[in-house]
């Protein structure tokens, strides 16, 4: 019995764990493509990557010193339907995410990771949370706090 009990561990094991190790890629992927999806001005490449419910939340600070808070998908994409209208082309910005901390709970997950972005303005450094929720099988976005070092934006704009 404790040699069956011993190779059911060791079988079973890396399945169950590659499904975490899956889920954790999939939820990388997403947070990847909605930053790229929101610079290149891609609104149903954004869209697909958040959850179109009344509870998602957007917090972040702002060039200035201000901050925002927006609630529910509808205030979401009223908030940012001038982005995507916007006529002037899209900047070519490079997104690298690094330093993942994942912590999933079934169909959520909580993230922490570092930013850094590449455009035509310099480097942005931000460090950004994320909660996703696992509905029908994908990961959507259901809650962001992006909290960007406003130093260096406001150095390299005074250059």
């Known amino acids: 019995m404790k040699k069956l009990l011993i190779l059911c561990v060791v079988l079973v094991g890396p399945v ?3 499904f975490g190790q899956t889920d954790h890629a999939a939820i990388k992927n997403v947070l990847y493509n909605e930053t790229v999806g929101f610079f290149k001005r891609d609104k149903a490449k954004w869209a697909d ?9 957007f917090a972040a600070n702002l060039y200035g010193g201000d901050f ?3 609630k529910g998908w509808g205030n979401m994409e009223k908030q940012f339907r001038n982005q995507f209208k916007s006529g002037r082309p899209a ?3 490079t997104v690298k995410n690094a330093n993942y901390t994942i912590h ?7 993230v922490w990771y570092d930013q850094t972005l590449l455009d035509s303005h310099g480097k942005t450094d931000s ?4 909660v996703v929720e696992k509905i029908d099988g994908k990961w959507k976005i259901i809650h962001v ?3 960007t070092n406003l130093n ?8």
């Open 152 to 159: 260096t934006m406001t150095a390299q704009a005074s250059k």
């Open 16 to 18: 169950l764990s590659g």
């Open 49 to 57: 990557c958040w959850a179109h419910t009344p509870y998602i939340s």
């Open 68 to 70: 925002t808070l927006i």
């Open 91 to 93: 900047d070519n910005v």
């Open 127 to 130: 460090k950004e949370s994320r």
């Open 104 to 110: 999933q709970n079934g169909n959520m997950a909580f």
């Open 145 to 147: 706090t992006a909290l």
